[in-house]
């Protein structure tokens, strides 16, 4: 039954339209945050938008039956992991402060979707080992950049903890990519045998 919504082709498009929209508010979010980010590093700076920008393009490709593993692969992983990463600083900041706004706890919702989405396409995924490990560069890359060179997103009441912030996302990428590797090439491993 869920393969079978999965793969209906007007959710695909609603899905689309969703990721689309919340992958253009995500850069109108960053904005303020962008217009002081030195050039060379503004690829780096929007995390969740471009994780969800990537699965945007894999479900732009999906949709006309091709597959594109590079993108898939940043796809999992980072939405996965930006996914969840907002959701632990949302409650973090909620903890913290004892209260939360409502677009906290929109946010919650909406990167809670992010990181399961792009982990139930994955039997979908034509992933190959050089595509994780392309993605996984790319994720641990952007780690440097957040908390070596402090590109991180701001949350005011969170900046004190930035250390033990970047030691969190640090495993949480690791985790992510394992997660990436187990559902993809593991399970076509299994499928062959």
């Known amino acids: 039954m869920i393969k079978y919504i999965l793969l209906d082709k007007r959710f695909l498009i609603v899905l689309f339209f969703i990721n689309l929209f919340g992958t253009i508010y995500g850069y109108m979010w960053y904005e303020s945050q962008l217009s002081i980010t030195p050039d060379i590093f503004l690829v780096f700076v929007p995390d969740s938008p471009t994780a969800s920008?990537?699965?945007t393009i894999f479900l732009l490709f999906f949709i006309f039956g091709r597959n594109i593993p590079y993108i898939e692969a940043?796809?999992?992983i980072t939405l996965?992991?930006?996914g969840v990463w907002?959701?632990?600083m949302n409650l973090l900041t909620l903890i913290i402060e004892g209260s939360l706004s409502w677009q906290g706890?929109?946010?919650m919702a909406s990167h809670g979707a992010m990181a399961i989405q792009g982990l139930l396409y994955a039997p979908f995924y034509k992933i190959k080992v050089r595509h994780i490990v392309f993605a996984a560069?790319?994720?641990l890359h952007n780690d440097v950049i957040d908390y070596v060179f402090e590109m991180m997103p701001t949350y005011s009441t969170l900046t004190e903890y930035m250390n033990e912030i970047g030691y969190f996302t640090f495993w949480l990428s690791i985790l992510s990519i394992f997660i990436a590797y187990k559902l993809t090439i593991k399970n076509q491993d299994k499928l062959r045998r």
């Open 105 to 107: 706890y929109m946010l």
């Open 80 to 82: 996965f992991k930006y």
């Open 137 to 139: 560069v790319w994720t």
């Open 74 to 76: 940043l796809g999992v």
């Open 53 to 55: 920008l990537f699965f």
């Open 86 to 88: 907002a959701v632990v």
